[in-house]
């Protein structure tokens, strides 16, 4: 046998990825994906960056005639804020540090020896003095009360996010300090066996010359502790003379407005390029791939971006032998919450994070050998690490079909054969099933609800789909977010019920009529919604369950007209357009994140958009998908005309919410060969579709025409970001 040696070494010592679990909650076992997959790609570091808050504080002050006093209070109140790791903080006014949704002391412990175990450097951050509203919300007599006239644009209401280091700096050091010993300090301390501690420092709009004094002393407190620190990099936006010490401080070179490279090395820092641009993802949903788009612009990263070259955040090319230049990363900044909020879940999370790390874990080896452009890549036989299944797939051996004939198949508990079903208490189980199943299944449901109240039909650890949830809705909780669809069981009455998930899509149909969501009001953005099917255990309610299947075959909304059966035309739409939006065409294309879009100037409402079938045929209604996240161009009142007799009748109107919700129009089945949809008011006096579909009448004695399956949207393939 022949005898050899293979030599594979990096060409940077830092391979990182950093991850906004303060403002949304990513759950500990998406957490361990993330690592399995990080160490699967041979990166080595991950930062969490464990607390942070909504950044567009004054959206909450829209509508609201309140003194300054009052909108301080307001926000204060009502902004989405995150802290994320188990702590027993407690202020005078009974707020807790730590949100409803965190990591237990003992989940970040086995994080930490998970990430030890896989090479991974488990960097925790706790961000002070700005982006601190949790900290604001325990001790508000530490909000900040200086002056924001040196940064121009700030609202009054960012000092709620803001801890005072002008007028009550003793305090806020203690009290932060204070924090950083419960977590820290201690073989019971949660954080107990970390090396690297970030200490935030971002994006602070305080004294200057306060700030460097508080960067400074965090500094000398954590290496006091024997950790190293990180920090975000921001003394070039910082002038002063207030010294501060960088020496073998790591600084994350995020903007080069607020930290220049050069600068930082020279005052003996270690430096890491996580440049925003080409690196950063804020997940929205809307598939776009760019500057601080849905997706981080990967494909930039890749062709352009290495961890000694700034410039594609307009900064330098460093020598890449320089031993201050530790490596890269790229990040998922959660910024869409609270008012922002489109709906994506860690599921939809992962698929950001994964996209951008095949990027910079090749750029940040840097073997000579990869390929010269992203395009010519070639991926890995197994793109997933083993042991990890972040889609959530399940294997054809694990579908299901439940009736009375299979059940001797599974582990059914207090579960009663009967002629009519399964006859289901509120105790009994049927357990040991799949598990988890991701978008892109199927669950059919004939059941019939003979309990009164909450009836959950099952559940996989804290989610649950529910039958009727407390208010009587068909429904599901998935991480964040409790789902209602606008449908209430009857009680002793048989019914059909189909869940279907996609890619940031989730569907109830019941006896064959799709079902809506109910719109939330603190949510005017959602959009979006992927579900992973809590199937570990059914069981949960009081009832028949005449059959359960989970299926992984391709679903047909049976009251859908296929788009080919008509053409479209508009009154106004803008020419040529984007990628994204102008032509009414777009709003057709089973595609939800491209729009029609009326014209940008010189039309008014109303605008018409007109489907004229091929041949005539029955139609009782329409739905509505607003452009995605909203936005101008929402229909907010509209009529339906129908061609009869050679005349266009009306046969539907009304006014809607400006949400991003989908809507639908039913009327009386009419035969036609035309349909107008009238726009008679849209947000900001446009009009805007990501999606109009025309319903029929749901067969019952016939076999309808097979509709060929949508089109599925999968985040697998982004499209260039444009924006109007």
């Known amino acids: 046998m022949q005898n050899g040696e293979i030599r594979d070494f990096p060409s940077f010592s830092h391979r990182g990825f950093?991850?906004?679990?303060?403002?949304?909650?990513?759950?500990?076992?998406?957490?361990?994906?993330?690592?399995?997959?990080?160490?699967?790609?041979?990166?080595?570091?991950?930062?969490?960056?464990?607390?942070?808050?909504?950044?567009?504080?004054k959206d909450h002050l829209a509508g609201k005639n309140l003194s300054q006093d009052e909108e301080l209070d307001y926000v204060?109140?009502?902004?989405?804020?995150?802290?994320?790791?188990?702590?027993?903080?407690?202020?005078?006014?009974?707020?807790?540090?730590?949100?409803?949704?965190?990591?237990?002391?003992?989940?970040?412990?086995?994080i930490i020896k998970l990430a030890k175990a896989l090479h991974i450097n488990l960097v925790p951050e706790i961000d002070t003095p700005g982006h601190a509203l949790s900290f604001v919300k325990v001790r508000p007599d530490l909000m900040y009360k200086g002056s924001l006239s040196d940064y121009r644009g700030k609202h009054n209401v960012e000092r709620v996010a803001m801890l005072d280091l002008d007028n009550k700096y003793e305090e806020t050091l203690a009290f932060v300090k204070s924090v950083y010993d419960k977590l820290l300090d201690g073989e019971?301390?949660?954080?107990?066996?970390?090396?690297?501690?970030?200490?935030?420092?971002?994006?602070?709009?305080?004294?200057?010359?306060s700030y460097r004094r508080y960067v400074n002393d965090m500094i000398?407190?954590?290496?006091?502790?024997?950790?190293?620190?990180?920090?975000?990099?921001?003394?070039?936006?910082?002038?002063?003379?207030?010294?501060?010490?960088?020496?073998?401080?790591?600084?994350d070179i995020w903007s080069i407005g607020w930290q220049r490279p050069a600068d930082a090395i020279a005052q003996g820092a270690k430096i890491i390029n996580i440049t925003d641009i080409p690196t950063y993802s804020v997940p929205?949903?809307?598939?776009?791939?760019?500057?601080?788009?849905?997706?981080?612009?990967?494909e930039t990263q890749y062709n352009r971006w290495t961890p000694n070259d700034f410039s594609t955040g307009g900064g330098p090319r460093l020598e890449a032998s320089n031993p201050n230049i530790l490596g890269g990363g790229?990040?998922?900044?959660?910024?869409?919450?609270?008012?922002?909020?489109?709906?994506?879940?860690?599921?939809?999370?992962?698929?950001?994070?994964?996209?951008?790390?095949?990027?910079?874990?090749?750029?940040?080896?840097?073997?000579?050998?990869?390929?010269?452009?992203?395009?010519?890549?070639?991926?890995?036989?197994?793109?997933?690490?083993?042991?990890?299944?972040?889609?959530?797939?399940v294997a054809e051996e694990d579908l299901f079909k439940i009736n009375p004939e299979t059940v001797k198949d599974?582990?059914?508990?207090?579960?009663?054969?009967?002629?009519?079903?399964?006859?289901?208490?509120?105790?009994?189980?049927?357990?040991?099933?799949?598990?988890?199943?991701?978008?892109?299944?199927?669950?059919?449901?004939?059941?019939?609800?003979?309990?009164?109240?909450?009836?959950?039909?099952?559940?996989?650890?804290?989610?649950?789909?529910?039958?009727?949830?407390?208010?009587g809705y068909l429904a599901y909780k998935f991480e964040q977010f409790h789902i209602q669809f606008n449908k209430k069981l009857e009680k002793n009455k048989r019914y059909q019920i189909s869940v279907v998930t996609k890619p940031q899509v989730t569907e109830v149909y019941v006896d064959g009529e799709k079902v809506e969501r109910i719109a939330n009001p603190a949510y005017p953005r959602f959009a979006h919604n992927s579900l992973v099917l809590p199937l570990e255990t059914i069981g949960g309610f009081k009832g028949i369950l005449h059959s359960a299947e989970l299926s992984n075959e391709p679903f047909v909304n049976p009251r859908l007209i296929p788009n080919d059966h008509f053409t479209v035309s508009a009154t106004s739409q803008e020419l040529p357009g984007t990628n994204a939006e102008g032509p009414v065409e777009k709003a057709f294309d089973n595609d939800p994140n491209t729009f029609w879009h009326s014209k940008w100037s010189g039309h008014q409402a109303p605008f018409t958009v007109a489907m004229n079938l091929k041949a005539a045929e029955k139609v009782n209604g329409l739905t509505y998908l607003p452009r995605p996240g909203g936005g101008n161009?929402?229909?907010?009142?509209?009529?339906?005309?129908?061609?009869?007799?050679?005349?266009?009748?009306?046969?539907?109107?009304?006014?809607?919410?400006?949400?991003?919700?989908?809507?639908?129009?039913?009327?009386?089945?009419?035969?036609?060969?035309?349909?107008?949809?009238?726009?008679?008011?849209?947000?900001?006096?446009?009009?805007?579709?990501?999606?109009?579909?025309?319903?029929?009448?749901?067969?019952?004695?016939?076999?309808?025409?097979?509709?060929?399956?949508?089109?599925?949207?999968?985040?697998?393939?982004?499209?260039?970001?444009?924006?109007?």
């Not at 598939?287 to 990967?298: C, E, I, M, V």
């Open 188 to 209: 019971n301390a949660p954080l107990h066996g970390v090396s690297t501690v970030h200490i935030g420092t971002d994006e602070y709009y305080g004294s200057r010359e």
């Open 410 to 471: 599974y582990l059914a508990k207090k579960v009663q054969k009967t002629e009519e079903g399964l006859n289901f208490e509120k105790d009994s189980t049927i357990e040991g099933l799949v598990g988890d199943a991701g978008p892109s299944h199927v669950l059919k449901l004939d059941v019939t609800v003979t309990g009164d109240g909450e009836q959950t039909f099952s559940t996989s650890g804290n989610n649950q789909l529910y039958l009727a949830d407390k208010d």
């Open 633 to 724: 161009g929402v229909v907010t009142s509209y009529e339906v005309y129908a061609q009869k007799d050679g005349q266009m009748v009306k046969v539907a109107s009304g006014t809607w919410e400006n949400n991003a919700k989908e809507k639908t129009v039913n009327f009386e089945a009419i035969e036609t060969d035309k349909i107008e949809f009238k726009v008679l008011a849209g947000a900001a006096g446009f009009g805007s579709a990501a999606e109009i579909q025309l319903l029929k009448p749901v067969s019952t004695n016939k076999v309808e025409e097979p509709v060929s399956p949508e089109k599925p949207v999968t985040p697998e393939k982004p499209c260039d970001s444009r924006k109007t």
């Open 330 to 393: 790229h990040a998922v900044w959660n910024d869409n919450i609270d008012l922002h909020e489109t709906g994506l879940t860690s599921y939809d999370i992962f698929k950001r994070f994964f996209k951008s790390m095949q990027s910079t874990a090749e750029r940040t080896w840097g073997s000579d050998r990869a390929a010269k452009t992203y395009a010519e890549r070639v991926q890995p036989a197994s793109v997933y690490a083993p042991q990890s299944n972040p889609d959530k797939t």
């Open 220 to 251: 000398q407190y954590i290496k006091g502790k024997g950790y190293t620190p990180r920090i975000w990099g921001s003394l070039s936006a910082k002038p002063g003379t207030t010294p501060v010490d960088w020496k073998d401080v790591e600084v």
């Open 76 to 110: 204060l109140k009502n902004a989405k804020t995150g802290f994320r790791v188990e702590t027993d903080v407690v202020g005078e006014n009974g707020e807790k540090l730590t949100s409803d949704e965190h990591y237990t002391k003992e989940e970040m412990q086995e």
């Open 18 to 57: 950093m991850l906004d679990t303060g403002r949304k909650f990513i759950p500990y076992d998406t957490l361990v994906d993330i690592m399995l997959n990080m160490a699967y790609y041979k990166m080595n570091d991950l930062q969490l960056h464990l607390n942070d808050n909504y950044i567009f504080l």
């Open 284 to 298: 929205s949903g809307s598939n776009s791939q760019g500057s601080y788009g849905d997706y981080a612009n990967y």
